[in-house]
Each structure stands twice: as C-alpha cells, then as structure tokens.
C-alpha cells in the first residue's frame, strides 16, 4: 500500500548517495554509464512513442476526411465518433510527450551531476558559431546573418516543438467536431446521439490528465510470491528403465554402449551456450559465476587481444580485451554456461564484469540475433560457432579506453612507461595480471614487458623506487 510521499533530498546528501566528491569512487562511474545508457534509451523512446500516436491519429484524420465524402444521414455521427478517437489520442500524445520529456531532463540531470569527475563538464558545455565581428550594415555582415538566420542552427527545443505540435492537433479536433455538428441552441433538446460520445472523449481526456500521471508514492511492505515447481517422482519401471545396469530388451547395456549414448548426448551441442574468455574471466571467474559454468576449453576463436583498457577496479592496470587496431591474434577459450537462455548467462556475464548490457557481447544463432561493437568480430565468433554446432556465443566486449584515458597512442613502449609510474598498488595489480594471463595470450606488449626487470620486481623494489 502507498504509504509516505518521496522527500526531496539535498545536493550534498545527493553527492552522498553516489560519492560524486570521492575520487576513486567506482559507484559514480557505474551510475553514470547507466545514466547515459537509459538518457540514450528514453530519447529512442520518445520518438518511437512520436511514430505510435501519429499513426492512429493520421489514420483517423484520414478517415475524418474521407467520410465526409460520403452522402449518408449517419455521416455527422460517423464523422463525431472518429473525431472523438482524434482528440483522445492527441490528448494521450501530448501527455505522453510531456512525460516523456519528464523522464529524460531527469537522467539529463543525473548527468550534470555525475558527470565532472568522470568526463568533465561534457554535457553542460555547449558550443556554437563564432560570433559575428562586422557590424549588421556592413556587406560581411548583415549577410552572414541572413545565411545564419535562414540556414543556420538556433536554439530550438525538438521536444518542445512537438509538444506545441500535439497541442495544435487537439484544438485541430476540437475545432472539427465543432464545425461537424449541427447549430447548437439553448431551446433544443441535447441530442444523446452526439452527446455520448463527446462526453465519453472528454472524460477519457481527464482521466489520461489526472490518472495517467507518475505515481510519487512511496511503496513499503510490497507482497510477492513464489511459484513452486517440482517434477513427478518416476515409478519403479521407469527408474528400471533408466538405470544403465538393467537390461535394453534381451540385451545387456554394456560400457560400450553406455559410452556410445553419452558421446551422442555430448555431440549434440546446438543447444550448447558459449562464454568466451582470455582475461580474467579464466583465473578469477567469482564465486557467483563459478556456479554457472564448466571447465575450460581451448579451442576458442582467434581474435585480436592487447592490454589496453585501463581498470579503475584494478588501480588503473591495464586488462585484456578486444582491441581490432592494436591487438595481436590470439587463441581464446570457452567454456559452456549451464543456463537453458543466453539471455540469463548474458546476464551472469554482466553482474561477474561489473558492466552495462552494451559492454556484454552475444550471438543467439537459434533466434538470429546478435550484439558487438564490430560487425567483422560478430561474424567470426559466428562462423567459429556454426563449425562447433553451438546455440550461442557470449563474451565480454568492454571497448580500450588506453587512447581516450592517457592521451596517447596505444604501443608497447609507452603503455610499459605507463604501467611503471602507476601507484604501488596498481603496479602490483597490473603485474599480477601480466602473469596470470593465459599462456597463449602472447601481445605486443606481453612479449616486451616479459622482457623487462620490471614485471619480476617484487613490491619491495616498487615502493623504493
């Protein structure tokens, strides 16, 4: 049941919340990827919702139009119903838009907020032409102005445009349904024929204006439940039936034969999910993906890998993934994933990285659907699992940051250099890395700094440096 109301919090108790004033802090970081991630979806919404209510109410201007064309005694009521269908949906679409944009000021606003230790002041930054130096009556001047005024940019509001749109359509309808009854007057009866309907539209208007608003509601002592599921104990011939020291017919199942069921069982794979891994993943997959995978195998896909994300999780060491312009080819692996749907081994994947859904890479070849950053990797992990008869590949695909993050040119030599003015902390996590990597895991920059007294220096040897 609905209980207190929200209350409204300070920015000092907000910056709390999500430690925006703590440097190191890993929850701001998170919080603003996932801003970013849903302003991006509430904008892809809001003009799919846009296309949505433009549909019907086309169709219906439509219909209005064509009716009227029509020569039939019931062409007013016609012609009233359809109006009222009009001016309900302009009504639901203009609600609906000034939700929308609701919702999307509100992550655009936990974006100012998180965003200055992250990204700097990116968003609340905004940039524009350089300002005219001629004054208006001079030839270089008043020109320029003309260009700027008629095919130039200015600050308009696309959100509020469409709401001033939608709000034009709803008197548009209003004014239609007007103009298709017949003259009013205060000495004839109220026609219910009419009537009905209008005054069903309207109070569908109010009831969308007043019901249809966000729930501030705060919610405490929620109900759930729990559906219990079990199977049927099998009975004595069944489990006769299933035991491989009992008979098949007149025929004893031998170990052969028990060896050629499980081969069969084993190759059929098309329902096998994949998780690819070269990292981390291998050596240090936590307690709470453990449980939901196997052992590893060594016959992954070859892909292009190099140290070249920065880890704020691993005091700024720089971990494996897949990088297309300064990875070395190396032979992954993979491990199968006992969960029935990619979707929730996708899911393991995401909560075992730490990551959001567009870091978590996947190609479902039952459902035909897949996700990357690069369309040439998505088709090689694809053919690599077609030849292995898998149902789904999934691996993590956290982009390099070493560019974005250091300002320079990922090569060996200088992410070495970088590597060595880390905090004692971060040159003893980027070591331990480097070692625990896999074998075959040869890169660029394994191969050189494998080459360096540095990687054998003990912690002692760091702090006296």
């Keep these: 049941m609905p209980s207190d109301k929200f209350k ?21 970081s998170k919080a603003l990827d996932i801003v970013l991630d849903i302003r991006k979806f509430e904008i892809d919404l809001y003009w799919k919702r846009a296309t ?8 219906a201007l439509t219909g209005f139009i064509a009716i009227q064309q029509i020569h039939s005694d019931e062409i007013i009521l016609w012609s009233v119903l359809i109006g009222c269908i009009g001016f309900v949906f302009s009504v639901a679409w203009y609600c609906v838009n000034r939700g929308s944009k609701q919702w999307q000021e509100n992550w655009e606003n936990h974006v100012d907020l998180l965003e200055d ?95 249809g608003r966000t729930d501030k509601n705060d919610y405490k002592n929620l109900t759930a439940t729990k559906r219990e599921t079990t199977l049927q104990p099998l009975s004595k011939e ?48 936590r307690e709470d993906f453990k449980k939901y995978i196997g052992s590893w195998k060594e016959d992954g896909p070859v892909l292009p890998i190099e140290f070249s994300r920065i880890s704020n999780s691993r005091n700024g060491a720089l971990t494996l993934v897949i990088d297309p312009d300064n990875g070395s080819q190396v032979r992954t692996r993979y491990t199968f994933s006992n969960r029935k749907e990619p979707d929730d081994a996708v899911c393991d994947l995401r909560t075992r990285e730490g990551t959001i859904l567009r870091h978590i890479g ?15 990797i998505i088709d090689k992990i694809k053919l690599w699992a077609v030849q292995k008869n898998f149902r789904a590949v999934i691996w993590t695909d956290l982009p390099s940051n070493y560019v ?38 040869q890169t660029s920059l394994r191969i050189e700094v494998t080459k360096d007294p540095w990687l054998n220096n003990n912690d002692e040897q760091i702090a006296n440096q």
């Design 404 to 441: 974005e993050k250091n300002k320079e040119v990922f090569n060996a030599k200088k992410a070495i250099e970088y590597l060595k003015n880390l905090t004692k902390e971060g040159q003893k996590s980027a070591k331990e890395y480097i070692r625990n990597a896999p074998v075959e895991v």
């Design 117 to 211: 230790k992250e990204i700097g002041p990116l968003y609340k930054i905004v940039t524009g032409r350089p300002k005219f130096t001629k004054p208006w009556y001079h030839p270089k001047g008043w020109l320029p102005r003309i260009e700027t005024l008629i095919t130039g940019p200015g600050p308009f509001s696309v959100s509020k445009i469409n709401q001033i749109v939608s709000l034009f359509v709803i008197f548009l309808w209003v004014g239609l349904i007007i103009k298709i009854l017949p003259p009013f007057s205060f000495n004839s009866p109220i026609d219910p024929e009419y009537a009905i309907p209008i005054g069903v539209a309207f109070l569908a208007a109010l009831i969308i204006s007043v019901m």
């Design 8 to 28: 409204e919090i300070s920015q000092e108790e907000y910056f709390e919340h999500f430690k925006v004033k703590d440097d190191k802090s890993k929850l701001r």
């Design 362 to 376: 996947f190609i479902d070849l039952k459902n035909k659907v897949s996700m990357g950053h690069y369309t040439f």
């Design 238 to 285: 069944n489990k006769d039936d299933t035991n491989p020291a009992k008979t098949d017919g007149d025929r004893p199942l031998t170990n052969n034969h028990s060896r050629e069921k499980k081969d069969t069982m084993e190759k059929n794979g098309n329902e096998k999910i994949a998780i690819l891994g070269w990292g981390s993943l291998i050596w240090e997959p």
């Design 52 to 59: 949505y209510f433009w549909t019907f109410i086309g169709a």
